[in-house]
C-alpha cells in the first residue's frame, strides 16, 4: 500500500505492487491490522 485517504477509505497501491498483481492476474486486498486480544 501507498496511501490511504481517511475520509474515502480508498487505498493506492505502489506502482511496484500495481505491476505485480497485474503480472500474475491477481487483485491486492487490505485487511484491518491485526490486534492481538489477550485475556486476563
Do not use: G, I, K
Amino acid at each position: 500500500m501507498d496511501r490511504q485517504d481517511a475520509a474515502t477509505r480508498e487505498v493506492v497501491f505502489s506502482a511496484f505492487l500495481d505491476a505485480f498483481a497485474r503480472h500474475w492476474r491477481v487483485q491486492p486486498r487490505t485487511r484491518a491490522p491485526y490486534r492481538a486480544r489477550t485475556t486476563n
